[in-house]
């Protein structure tokens, strides 16, 4: 008899590694999946399969991904984050590998009643459906307060050696981890910058303005203080001021042909980028020389009404100047735009 092989999605966090190893025990040959997207990396999964001793298979579903998150079937949660669709989404890519790697079946780690939109019974059997896996999903946490599954019933999966947790508490999980002897695991949440409010307040905002943003356009809200202006015939502006050198060096790796990149020469300093969509920005005067106030807020400059483009970068000079300490007060301070 050929062993039995399962799909573990791996989302790099405790409950999808006991997921793993509940299966591992029964003697269940596990692979690990894990999905990367403009919100989320695989970063924290290849950390778990690297414990558990498993191999990873990643998929990059970035394009596809940021689609759904912009209208999703089944809405959001409390933020940006689309949990039921997305699933949904991750599954039915593990399906495909499923079908064509030979797997058994595929589990994951959701635990009935952890989260209240995404974990429910109706989410999870909407899940299945929209996965087509109905029947061929185990969730191994929460297994007996669930459906009988196909592989269970076939015996390749032995049902009394699964678990019944349900809720928002740890305590069986934290035994598990005794159990299994588990030294290294991530805490709970942090791994989906959509469930962030502050990044999911950006997001939706940025859908607004810009319905056809792509990843590259994500990726520049990860990276300093975001501002956006008000342009002609009701265009954005969107403004991105570095805070660090790291992220000054994201928004240089982000840059595209059209951008505007706004920078101190003599003083080492946040670097500003201005992008907006299907319009091309001219610089004309490339290094000009600003004197930067003591103090600044971004109030002052009522940024919601409409302004010309040298306006725009006038004030996106000043702000870049401001958010340079030594240069706060002082005159005749040298600033370069370029493309």
């Given at each position: ?5 399962a ?6 966090g405790?409950d999808?590694?006991l ?6 025990g029964?003697?269940?040959e596990v ?6 997207s403009?919100?989320?990396s ?13 191999k ?5 579903f970035?394009e ?5 998150v912009?209208n ?12 039921i669709?997305c699933h949904?989404m ?6 495909e590998i ?5 797997f ?24 299945e ?9 185990i969730?191994?946490l929460?297994?007996?307060l669930?459906d009988?599954?196909?592989n269970?019933?076939l015996?390749?999966?032995n049902?009394e ?9 740890r305590?069986?999980?934290l035994?598990l ?11 709970p ?35 300093g203080?975001v ?11 969107l ?10 060096k994201?928004l ?15 003083l ?13 920005l ?13 103090k600044?807020?971004?109030s ?8 010309s ?6 004030i996106?000079k ?19 735009a370029r493309?």
């Amino acid at each position: 008899m050929s062993k039995v092989k399962a799909l573990v999605l791996l989302s790099g966090g405790l409950d999808s590694m006991l997921a793993a190893r509940v299966l591992m025990g029964q003697g269940i040959e596990v692979v690990g999946a894990s999905f990367k997207s403009c919100f989320f990396s695989t970063e924290k999964a290849k950390r778990t399969a690297e414990q558990l001793d498993i191999k990873l298979i990643e998929v990059d579903f970035s394009e596809e991904h940021l689609k759904m998150v912009k209208n999703p079937t089944y809405g959001y949660g409390k933020n940006a984050n689309p949990c039921i669709d997305c699933h949904g989404m991750m599954l039915k890519k593990a399906s495909e590998i499923m079908k064509k790697d030979g797997f058994d079946f595929i589990a994951t780690g959701e635990v009935l009643g952890q989260r209240p939109m995404s974990q429910n019974k109706d989410a999870l059997k909407i899940v299945e459906k929209i996965s087509g896996l109905e029947g061929k999903l185990i969730r191994p946490l929460s297994a007996k307060l669930l459906d009988e599954t196909e592989n269970e019933k076939l015996g390749k999966v032995n049902r009394e050696k699964l678990l019944d947790i349900s809720g928002r508490s740890r305590q069986m999980q934290l035994e598990l981890v005794k159990k299994y002897n588990i030294k290294e695991y991530a805490s709970p949440g942090g791994g989906c910058l959509l469930t962030e409010p502050d990044f999911g307040k950006k997001l939706f905002k940025m859908f607004e303005y810009w319905q056809n943003c792509d990843g590259n356009d994500i990726a520049l809200l990860k990276n300093g203080r975001v501002l956006w202006f008000n342009f002609k015939d009701n265009k954005k502006i969107l403004v991105i001021i570095g805070r660090d050198e790291n992220e000054n060096k994201n928004l240089l790796n982000l840059k595209q042909a059209d951008d505007i990149i706004i920078e101190l020469l003599d003083l080492a300093g946040p670097i500003s980028l201005i992008r907006i969509k299907e319009y091309k920005l001219e610089i004309k005067n490339k290094i000009s020389e600003v004197d930067i106030p003591i103090k600044i807020k971004t109030s002052d400059f009522n940024i919601e009404e409409e302004k010309s483009f040298i306006e725009i970068l006038n004030i996106v000079k000043l702000l870049t100047g401001y958010y340079t300490t030594k240069a706060r007060g002082q005159k005749n301070i040298k600033i370069a735009a370029r493309n």
